[in-house]
Each structure stands twice: as C-alpha cells, then as structure tokens.
C-alpha cells in the first residue's frame, strides 16, 4: 500500500516556499524523501525514524509524525535546481525493509 | 565516493526473449534491491534481497522474475519471457540495513 503524496504538482518562482505531504494508512517505521530529475535515478534526500523527528538538509527540511502517519517536506526559498520529482518511501513497521514510494509530486521552480 | 553501478545503461530486446540485467552494489551493503519506474509514473518496488535470499516481493515480481547473487558483488534480475508492458527503467538500489536505499542509475529496458 503505497504512501499518497500531495499536491501532485507544484509551481513555484525561485525563492518562495513549498510543502509536499506523504501520508500512510499504515504503521510507519521510516520515511524516505529522494528527489529524482528526468531521466536520472532517484537521490537520497533525508530519512526520518519514527519518533517525530525533524530533520534539515540546507534549506530543505521534512517532519514525521508518527502518530498520524504523516510526513511532510519543506523546501524554502527554492532554487532552480529544486526542479524535479519528489518521492517519499515508507518502511511499515511489519516490512523488514520494502520501501513503497508514492506517486510522486513533480516541483518546478521558475526563475 | 561509493556508488551502486548497472549494467548495461540500455536494453533492447524482442517479445518473448530472456533478460538479465546486472548491478554491483556498495561493497559493504547487505541489503539489496530492484526498483522499477515505467515512463513518467512513480517507483515500483519488485523485490528485496538480504542474506542470499529474497526477504520481500511485490505482487509484480511473479514467476518471470528472478533475482540472483552469482558471486560476492553482483547482483541480477532476469526476466523469464519479456513482455511489452515490461519496457521502463529498473533501478537496483542498496542499503546497509533499513537506511537509505542507494540507486544506481538504471537500466532503461525497450522490449519490441
């Protein structure tokens, strides 16, 4: 049962600011935040345990709150090369480590 | 800085025919995985693998799927009998335990 992600798409001017939720109906033991650019392979962004930690990579940040089942992603004063797809995998506390990506949100930041 | 290597960067092969596709992983990584993104949707896990041995699968890792660790660094998927809807991107990724996953940068399959 794979994460939902919103919104699906988002456009934004560089500089301003963007949220993308991931939510499961499932216990969650971690997620997983990749940005992926066309054509290339998902990179590693951050990872949050439960635990409802919070965590920063320059000026992209994401939550976790384990009691909802929710993270969220933070970008603030987004660069150009914020520009790609967003994924979040979950690993479900009863998976040993199958990690279920969304659908992805797609992020474009104009000049 | 270490990286999860796939070979070959692209695939094209006929209906019906048999693939494998290949990926070293980190070295030191115990945990292995295949990944696939069909053109323009999200990515779909297939299979987990960890201590020789298929820990999860997906419901569209079915019988013409199969993974193997031939020796100490490669990692395989073949495809039994190659169908169209099976063309996409396969990542193999990587982790040490329930971390981040590592992905290589993929095999882009074209089944024709």
């Known amino acids: 049962q794979q994460p939902v992600q919103s919104p699906q798409a988002v456009i934004l001017r560089e500089g301003e600011d963007a949220v993308i939720n991931c939510s499961s109906s499932?216990?969650?033991?971690?997620v997983h935040w990749y940005r992926q650019k066309h054509g290339e392979a998902p990179v590693f962004l951050m990872i949050l345990l439960k635990g409802g930690e919070q965590k920063g990579h320059e000026k992209i940040s994401a939550s976790f709150n384990e009691k909802k089942q929710q993270s969220s992603l933070y970008l603030t004063a987004s660069q150009l090369s914020y520009s790609g797809t967003y994924f979040c995998g979950t690993v479900t506390t009863g998976s040993a480590r199958q990690l279920t990506f969304g659908s992805g949100t797609q992020l474009t930041v104009l000049p | 800085e270490p990286e999860v290597t796939q070979t070959p960067s692209h695939q094209v092969t006929q209906m019906g025919q048999e693939v494998i596709l290949r990926c070293v992983p980190i070295?030191?990584?115990?945990?292995f995985y295949w990944y696939r993104q069909i053109l323009g949707q999200k990515v779909e896990f297939l299979v987990s693998f960890y201590n020789n041995e298929i820990s999860e699968k997906s419901e569209i890792f079915d019988d013409q799927f199969s993974v193997e660790r031939p020796d100490g660094s490669n990692f395989t998927l073949k495809i039994r009998s190659t169908k169209l809807e099976d063309s996409a991107m396969y990542f193999c990724?990587?982790?040490?335990?329930?971390?981040?996953?590592?992905f290589g940068q993929g095999t882009r399959l074209t089944v024709v």
């Open positions: 990724a990587s982790s040490l335990g329930r971390q981040e996953a590592f």
């Open positions: 070295s030191n990584h115990l945990y």
């Open positions: 499932k216990a969650l033991y971690s």
